[in-house]
């Protein structure tokens, strides 16, 4: 046993949980400091969804898609868990636990995301997206649920898809889920540091600094999927991978669809000013590195040509530090959210509506501040909308 590693790595989660909780103190003072109301703006409040549950680092939120009416809850460390979802419940079922292959030591690693295959009640299949170690890297596999327990799934069942390297610890990306075309699209970031030293988001021959797409229902011979036809970069005789579907991304943590007309919505996290929300189109190049949101970065002057613009992008004037995608909202219980785009800061805790109906002049919303980080947003097999909040809770948006 090495334990210099093993002293390594706790020194590792150590320093990170440091920084972790110097991010929320900063936060926290930034809180208190404001004139605005601690937690509600307008109609709007946040309200535990499940008061008597905790989660540890929550960071996605799926339901199945076979009106089961359960929610999956995923946990950074590599688990998990299953809820009925009934605001009384005091119960969860591991689902999953992974924590033997999942790296977690680096504040933006474990396990990261999970879809849920679309015939999922058929077939059982779902899929996550974790970081794993020697070597460091992204890891996109395909588990299956237990024959005998829809609450439990077959942990022996691992069908890797993809495996990438990570050259560094942050900028994993995170999300993955199936379009409404039936495609996979995965979520990576452009390898991690700062500033893209690899220049990875330009370049096509890596799969980091990019949203993929893939076919799982087709098996390659070599690789456990195939790719779609109409994917961009088909055929391509440049050596770009094939897989890219969107590039010039610097750390698009949480994507979604907007189940009305299927248009794919993107926060992608920028480097030290802008925090920009995109509407991803096959072949786009999002500007990363050479664009931090609207802006040139790093230079005065740079080729704007050709590269997607932001719908949305804000600064880092307010205490707002990193952007949470999130979703176009289409539940019942909040019609006045009908057809916008609800979005977080993770630090800040603010939280956003986007109304981008007029793409000219899109108008932007603060909902609400609320008192806690935001990893992530998810809805269930309604369309109502919930937050992981990273004090270990899980919320909804109430107007009551
Ligand atoms: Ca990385
Ligand atoms: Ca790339
Ligand atoms: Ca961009």
């Known amino acids: 046993m090495n334990y210099n590693i093993i002293f390594c790595k706790h020194m590792k989660i150590y320093i990170n949980t440091l920084l972790f909780l110097l991010l929320s103190f900063t936060t926290a003072c930034s809180q208190e400091n404001s004139t605005d109301p601690p937690e509600a703006t307008g109609n709007l409040r946040v309200a535990e969804a499940f008061p008597n549950l905790s989660f540890t680092r929550p960071v996605d939120l799926q339901h199945s898609g076979d009106n089961s009416d359960r929610l999956f809850v995923v946990e950074q460390r590599g688990v998990i868990s299953v809820v009925q979802n009934d605001p009384s419940t005091t119960e969860k079922t591991e689902f999953l636990a992974i924590e033997s292959k999942v790296d977690d030591s680096g504040n933006e690693e474990g396990l990261l995301g999970l879809a849920f295959h679309p015939n999922y009640e058929s077939n059982g299949y779902f899929y996550v997206n974790y970081t794993a170690a020697n070597p460091d890297r992204t890891v ?57 030293p690899q220049e990875n988001g330009q370049n096509r021959s890596t799969l980091l600094g990019s949203i993929l797409r893939i076919d799982v229902d087709q098996q390659n011979e070599a690789v456990s999927y195939s790719i779609p036809d109409d994917n961009p970069f088909v055929g391509n005789t440049e050596g770009f991978r094939e897989e890219i579907y969107a590039y010039g991304l610097r750390n698009p943590w949480r994507f979604s669809f907007d189940s009305s007309n299927g248009q794919l919505w993107t926060g992608d996290v920028g480097q030290n000013k802008y925090e920009e929300i995109d509407i991803i189109v096959k072949g786009g190049n999002y500007g990363w590195n050479a664009m931090e949101g609207f802006h040139c970065f790093n230079s005065s002057d740079c080729d704007e040509e050709a590269l997607e613009m932001p719908v949305w992008e804000y600064d880092r004037s307010q205490g707002d530090v990193s952007v949470t995608g999130g979703f176009v909202y289409h539940g019942e219980e909040l019609p006045e959210l009908e057809g916008l785009y609800v979005y977080a800061d993770f630090a800040s805790g603010r939280i956003w509506s986007l109304d981008s109906n007029d793409p000219e002049n899109p108008i932007n919303t603060e909902l609400l501040k609320a008192p806690f980080p935001i990893s992530s947003f998810g809805i269930d097999q309604n369309q109502e909308l919930y937050i992981c909040g990273f004090d270990d809770k899980i919320y909804k948006l109430s107007n009551e």
């Open 140 to 196: 996109i596999s395909r588990f299956s649920v237990s024959s005998s327990n829809p609450n439990q799934a077959d942990a022996d069942s691992e069908l890797v898809l993809l495996q990438f390297d990570q050259p560094y610890s942050n900028h994993n990306g995170g999300q993955v889920s199936f379009g409404p075309d039936g495609y996979l699209y995965i979520a990576v970031g452009d390898g991690g540091s700062g500033g893209d």
